[in-house]
């Protein structure tokens, strides 16, 4: 089975640009979630969505939106980019019970923002 | 005050050692405890699920308490393998789906 899958893997744009990042959960699991990490600190939560739904938001402004489809896969869109927003992006897939057994990541999307 | 403190490090040891990490976190409302794993330029592995009664999986061993919002994480008998990150992770009870609050890492280099 594919775990969580992610694209593109690298990505750099220019500052007040708009980037679309891409996830796929592991089959069957109806969970998507979104976090940033920035160089030297933990995953920062942005946004969870189940069955379509937002389920959470983090701490980030209005220029990041998601949504979810009706196959689960998700999308993650940042507008007017920021230097700031250089990071490392993951999206991490859950089953129902994810809260139990724990969350698995995709090998992330690397965006530099110049 | 952060969810999730862990110190930083950096731990270097030689191999064979034993080592400790420790976090503590701020929510006692907090449900689920992990430790994951996360190695250079790559993404957080699970490594263990942290339990009140404690767990033991080969090497590694998670402790959590509750009264004092403490985890741990012990590594016996470092391999050089072990080099990494090792990232604190709280469930909030939140959402029966859970978001997670991570720590910003305790990283372990091993020597030969």
């Known amino acids: 089975d594919a775990g969580v899958t992610q694209s593109p893997t690298h990505l750099i744009k220019t500052r007040g640009q708009h980037v679309t990042l891409r996830c796929s959960p592991i089959?069957?699991?109806?969970?998507v979630s979104w976090y940033q990490q920035v160089l030297g600190q933990g995953p920062q939560f942005i946004f969870q969505y189940y069955e379509k739904e937002e389920r959470g938001r983090g701490n980030f402004p209005d220029r990041f939106s998601a949504r979810q489809f009706p196959n689960y896969s998700s999308e993650l869109n940042v507008n007017a980019l920021l230097l700031g927003d250089s990071a490392l992006y993951l999206c991490?897939?859950?089953?129902?019970?994810?809260?139990?057994?724990?969350?698995?990541f995709g090998s992330g999307t690397r965006l530099t923002v110049v | 005050r952060k969810e999730v403190e862990q110190d930083p490090g950096p731990f270097n040891v030689p191999e064979g050692a034993t080592v400790a990490f420790n976090c503590t976190y701020s929510n006692s409302a907090s449900q689920s405890f992990f430790w994951y794993r996360q190695d250079c330029r790559k993404e957080p592995k699970l490594l263990m699920s942290v339990y009140s009664s404690g767990n033991e999986d080969g090497r590694f061993t998670a402790q959590l308490n509750r009264a004092s919002q403490y985890i741990s994480l012990l590594i016996r008998d470092s391999k050089l393998s072990d080099s990494a990150t090792y990232l604190c992770?709280?469930?909030?009870?939140?959402?029966?789906?859970?978001?997670?609050?991570f720590g910003r890492g305790t990283q372990l280099t091993v020597w030969p």
């Open positions: 991490a897939s859950s089953s129902d019970e994810g809260i139990w057994d724990g969350y698995t």
């Open positions: 992770v709280v469930v909030d009870r939140g959402s029966t789906l859970g978001r997670l609050y």
């Open positions: 089959s069957g699991h109806k969970s």
